[in-house]
Nanobody, 119 residues
Framework: QVQLVESGGGQVQAGGSLRLSCATS????????MGWYRQAPGNQRELVAD???????NYADSVKGRFTISRDSAKNTVYVQMTSLKPEDAGVYYC?????????????WGQGTPVTVSS
């Protein structure tokens, strides 16, 4: 089974920065996309940023210019550097991976790491 483990969450003041990491373990033959989602209390989980196997990136409008997603393909690890954090960026951040697992397209999720931004 593929496991994703997020780290780097915590509490930060508005305007501060955090770097989240998502490490992947297990065997997956081909990763097509990795991404970060977040979920605030009472809200649906929303895409923050994702990156394809080719390196193309996509960001939610609310984080453009402040967040940067990157990937270490050799380690199957994805990062998101978050700067100029705002209270509305708070929530649980989840890592997601899409790829081929034993020939079938699958999506895997991490357990999430909480981010708190105080004003």
């Amino acid at each position: 089974q593929v496991q994703l483990v997020e780290s780097g969450g915590g509490q930060v003041q508005a305007g501060g920065s955090l770097r989240l990491s998502c490490a992947t373990s297990g065997v997956i033959s081909s990763i097509s996309r990795m991404g970060w989602y977040r979920q605030a209390p009472g809200n649906q989980r929303e895409l923050v940023a994702d990156i394809t196997s080719g390196g193309s990136t996509n960001y939610a409008d609310s984080v453009k210019g402040r967040f940067t997603i990157s990937r270490d393909s050799a380690k199957n690890t994805v990062y998101v550097q978050m700067t100029s954090l705002k209270p509305e960026d708070a929530g649980v951040y989840y890592c997601n991976l899409e790829g081929l697992y034993f020939g079938r397209k699958r999506s895997f999720w991490g357990q999430g790491t909480p981010v708190t931004v105080s004003s």
